[in-house]
Protein backbone atom coordinates (compact mmCIF):
# COMPACT_ATOMS: atom_id res chain seq x y z
CA UNK A 1 0.00 0.00 0.00
CA UNK A 2 2.52 2.16 0.64
CA UNK A 3 4.67 1.46 -2.70
CA UNK A 4 1.33 2.74 -4.22
CA UNK A 5 0.38 5.80 -2.48
CA UNK A 6 4.22 6.58 -2.47
CA UNK A 7 4.04 5.99 -6.81
CA UNK A 8 1.11 8.36 -6.80
CA UNK A 9 3.01 11.47 -4.66
CA UNK A 10 5.76 11.19 -6.90
CA UNK A 11 3.71 11.45 -9.93
CA UNK A 12 2.28 14.55 -8.53
CA UNK A 13 5.73 15.85 -7.39
CA UNK A 14 6.68 15.97 -11.39
CA UNK A 15 3.21 17.12 -12.52
CA UNK A 16 3.78 19.80 -9.87
CA UNK A 17 7.19 20.92 -10.60
CA UNK A 18 6.54 21.55 -14.41
CA UNK A 19 7.46 24.72 -16.13
CA UNK A 20 4.74 26.62 -14.18
CA UNK A 21 5.65 26.08 -11.01
CA UNK A 22 9.35 28.19 -12.35
CA UNK A 23 8.01 30.45 -14.51
CA UNK A 24 4.82 31.79 -12.53
CA UNK A 25 5.13 34.75 -9.77
CA UNK A 26 5.08 32.90 -6.56
CA UNK A 27 2.34 35.61 -5.37
CA UNK A 28 -0.14 33.90 -7.80
CA UNK A 29 -2.42 31.46 -7.14
CA UNK A 30 -1.59 28.75 -9.51
CA UNK A 31 1.98 29.24 -7.81
CA UNK A 32 0.77 28.48 -4.49
CA UNK A 33 -1.59 25.39 -5.67
CA UNK A 34 1.55 23.86 -7.62
CA UNK A 35 3.42 24.57 -4.25
CA UNK A 36 0.82 23.19 -1.76
CA UNK A 37 1.06 19.98 -4.00
CA UNK A 38 4.43 19.54 -4.35
CA UNK A 39 4.77 20.09 -0.58
CA UNK A 40 2.46 17.84 0.44
CA UNK A 41 4.12 14.63 -1.51
CA UNK A 42 7.92 15.30 -0.60
CA UNK A 43 7.49 12.24 1.62
CA UNK A 44 7.23 9.87 -1.16
CA UNK A 45 10.86 9.40 -2.31
CA UNK A 46 12.47 8.72 1.98
CA UNK A 47 9.33 6.47 2.19
CA UNK A 48 10.60 3.95 -0.81
CA UNK A 49 14.03 3.65 0.61
CA UNK A 50 12.52 2.76 4.03
CA UNK A 51 10.83 -0.04 2.59
CA UNK A 52 13.77 -1.32 1.08
CA UNK A 53 15.68 -0.55 4.21
CA UNK A 54 12.38 -2.78 6.03
CA UNK A 55 12.96 -5.15 3.85
CA UNK A 56 16.61 -5.70 2.79
CA UNK A 57 18.03 -5.23 7.01
CA UNK A 58 16.17 -7.32 8.41
CA UNK A 59 17.97 -9.95 10.52
CA UNK A 60 15.48 -12.76 9.96
CA UNK A 61 15.81 -12.39 6.09
CA UNK A 62 18.78 -14.24 4.52
CA UNK A 63 20.83 -12.55 2.13
CA UNK A 64 23.79 -13.56 1.07
CA UNK A 65 26.91 -10.89 -0.41
CA UNK A 66 26.61 -13.12 -3.43
CA UNK A 67 22.90 -12.75 -4.41
CA UNK A 68 23.06 -9.06 -3.58
CA UNK A 69 25.40 -8.44 -6.24
CA UNK A 70 24.04 -11.04 -9.03
CA UNK A 71 20.04 -10.57 -8.35
CA UNK A 72 19.29 -7.20 -6.87
CA UNK A 73 22.58 -5.01 -7.84
CA UNK A 74 22.97 -6.55 -11.03
CA UNK A 75 18.55 -5.87 -11.96
CA UNK A 76 19.46 -2.07 -10.57
CA UNK A 77 22.42 -2.05 -13.07
CA UNK A 78 20.80 -3.42 -16.05
CA UNK A 79 17.95 -0.50 -15.94
CA UNK A 80 20.15 2.08 -15.26
CA UNK A 81 22.52 1.47 -18.10
CA UNK A 82 18.91 0.75 -20.50
CA UNK A 83 17.41 4.51 -19.58
CA UNK A 84 21.13 5.96 -19.82
CA UNK A 85 20.65 5.30 -23.15
CA UNK A 86 17.08 5.61 -23.65
CA UNK A 87 17.24 8.95 -22.66
CA UNK A 88 20.20 9.91 -24.26
CA UNK A 89 18.82 8.61 -27.56
CA UNK A 90 15.79 10.17 -26.85
CA UNK A 91 17.42 13.74 -26.47
CA UNK A 92 19.87 13.48 -29.07
CA UNK A 93 16.64 12.53 -31.95
CA UNK A 94 13.70 14.70 -30.62
CA UNK A 95 15.24 17.47 -28.45
CA UNK A 96 17.82 18.25 -30.76
CA UNK A 97 21.15 17.89 -28.60
CA UNK A 98 24.35 17.48 -29.57
CA UNK A 99 26.10 14.05 -29.63
CA UNK A 100 28.35 15.41 -26.88
CA UNK A 101 25.20 15.98 -24.58
CA UNK A 102 23.78 12.52 -25.94
CA UNK A 103 27.38 10.67 -24.34
CA UNK A 104 27.14 12.92 -21.26
CA UNK A 105 23.52 11.54 -20.76
CA UNK A 106 24.64 7.75 -21.74
CA UNK A 107 27.68 8.23 -18.56
CA UNK A 108 25.74 10.53 -16.51
CA UNK A 109 22.10 9.49 -16.82
CA UNK A 110 19.38 11.90 -17.29
CA UNK A 111 18.20 13.79 -14.33
CA UNK A 112 15.51 12.33 -12.69
CA UNK A 113 17.40 8.90 -12.58
CA UNK A 114 19.58 9.89 -9.67
CA UNK A 115 17.34 7.63 -7.39
CA UNK A 116 18.66 4.11 -9.80
CA UNK A 117 22.38 5.79 -8.52
CA UNK A 118 21.34 6.27 -4.89
CA UNK A 119 19.56 2.90 -4.36
CA UNK A 120 22.69 0.89 -5.78
CA UNK A 121 24.65 2.64 -3.62
CA UNK A 122 22.31 1.81 -0.63
CA UNK A 123 22.51 -2.10 -1.69
CA UNK A 124 26.22 -1.75 -1.66
CA UNK A 125 26.16 -1.17 1.91
CA UNK A 126 23.47 -3.65 2.89
CA UNK A 127 26.20 -5.93 4.46
CA UNK A 128 27.54 -3.52 6.84
CA UNK A 129 24.10 -1.90 7.99
CA UNK A 130 22.71 -5.16 8.79
CA UNK A 131 25.23 -5.68 10.97
CA UNK A 132 24.03 -2.15 12.83
CA UNK A 133 20.45 -3.58 12.56
CA UNK A 134 21.04 -6.97 14.45
CA UNK A 135 22.02 -4.70 17.65
CA UNK A 136 19.12 -2.46 18.68
CA UNK A 137 21.24 -0.46 20.69
CA UNK A 138 23.75 -0.10 17.78
CA UNK A 139 20.49 1.20 15.51
CA UNK A 140 19.77 3.46 17.64
CA UNK A 141 23.37 5.26 17.89
CA UNK A 142 23.22 5.28 14.32
CA UNK A 143 19.34 7.28 14.32
CA UNK A 144 21.17 9.49 16.40
CA UNK A 145 23.94 10.31 14.99
CA UNK A 146 22.00 10.56 11.45
CA UNK A 147 19.67 12.70 13.09
CA UNK A 148 22.55 15.05 13.78
CA UNK A 149 24.88 15.05 11.25
CA UNK A 150 21.60 14.25 8.04
CA UNK A 151 19.44 16.41 9.68
CA UNK A 152 19.63 18.92 12.06
CA UNK A 153 22.91 20.28 11.17
CA UNK A 154 22.22 20.45 7.01
CA UNK A 155 18.80 22.23 8.22
CA UNK A 156 20.46 24.63 10.29
CA UNK A 157 22.65 25.72 7.61
CA UNK A 158 20.16 25.46 4.65
CA UNK A 159 18.08 27.93 6.64
CA UNK A 160 21.27 30.06 7.65
CA UNK A 161 21.92 30.38 3.71
CA UNK A 162 18.35 31.48 2.53
CA UNK A 163 18.76 33.96 5.72
CA UNK A 164 21.62 35.16 3.92
CA UNK A 165 20.40 35.31 0.68
CA UNK A 166 17.68 37.47 1.31
CA UNK A 167 18.52 39.46 4.74
CA UNK A 168 21.67 41.72 5.61
CA UNK A 169 24.04 40.14 8.19
CA UNK A 170 26.41 41.36 10.23
CA UNK A 171 29.97 41.00 8.59
CA UNK A 172 30.74 39.00 12.77
CA UNK A 173 28.14 36.99 12.43
CA UNK A 174 29.17 35.91 8.47
CA UNK A 175 32.84 35.30 9.51
CA UNK A 176 31.28 33.32 12.71
CA UNK A 177 28.87 30.86 10.53
CA UNK A 178 32.22 30.53 7.82
CA UNK A 179 34.41 29.14 10.84
CA UNK A 180 31.91 26.82 11.82
CA UNK A 181 30.64 25.91 8.21
CA UNK A 182 34.45 25.12 7.33
CA UNK A 183 34.68 22.93 10.65
CA UNK A 184 31.74 21.23 9.61
CA UNK A 185 33.49 20.36 6.31
CA UNK A 186 36.65 19.11 8.21
CA UNK A 187 34.98 16.24 9.61
CA UNK A 188 34.97 14.75 6.35
CA UNK A 189 31.73 12.35 8.57
CA UNK A 190 29.26 11.62 5.60
CA UNK A 191 28.63 7.24 6.57
CA UNK A 192 24.69 8.31 8.33
CA UNK A 193 24.11 10.96 5.54
CA UNK A 194 21.58 11.21 3.82
CA UNK A 195 19.61 8.10 2.07
CA UNK A 196 21.01 5.96 4.58
CA UNK A 197 19.31 7.55 7.33
CA UNK A 198 15.66 6.53 6.02
CA UNK A 199 17.29 3.12 4.65
CA UNK A 200 17.79 2.31 8.63
CA UNK A 201 14.82 4.23 9.87
CA UNK A 202 13.16 2.14 8.12
CA UNK A 203 13.72 -1.00 9.69
CA UNK A 204 13.66 0.55 12.90
CA UNK A 205 10.35 1.88 12.28
CA UNK A 206 9.09 -1.28 11.63
CA UNK A 207 10.48 -3.60 14.18
CA UNK A 208 9.42 -0.87 17.35
CA UNK A 209 6.55 -0.80 19.14
CA UNK A 210 5.13 3.03 19.27
CA UNK A 211 2.47 3.89 22.02
CA UNK A 212 -0.38 5.69 20.93
CA UNK A 213 1.12 9.14 22.64
CA UNK A 214 4.02 8.84 20.33
CA UNK A 215 1.71 8.14 17.70
CA UNK A 216 0.16 11.33 18.34
CA UNK A 217 3.32 13.02 18.30
CA UNK A 218 4.31 11.82 14.67
CA UNK A 219 1.39 12.52 13.13
CA UNK A 220 1.41 16.39 14.51
CA UNK A 221 4.67 16.43 13.87
CA UNK A 222 4.03 15.32 10.07
CA UNK A 223 1.26 17.95 9.69
CA UNK A 224 4.11 20.41 10.75
CA UNK A 225 6.30 19.30 8.62
CA UNK A 226 3.87 20.00 5.72
CA UNK A 227 2.87 23.41 6.80
CA UNK A 228 6.61 24.45 7.25
CA UNK A 229 7.35 22.69 3.59
CA UNK A 230 4.65 24.78 2.30
Known sequence: MLRIIATLAVIIIHVSSQ??????????????????????SRWSVPVFVMISGALFLD?????KIKTL?????????????????FYALYTFIFESHSLSVAI???????????????????????????KITENTRLTRYFLILAAIFSIIIPTFFGVYRSIVHYQIIP????????????????????FTLYFSTYFVAGYYLNHIEINKVWQLIIYLLAILGFVVTF
Open 19 to 40: SLFYLKNVHTFIWQSLNFWDSM
Open 59 to 63: PSRLI
Open 69 to 85: FTKNIWRIVCATIFWHI
Open 104 to 130: KLIIRGYSHLWFLHMIIGLYLLVPLLR
Open 171 to 190: AIVKSIMRSIINLNNSFYFS
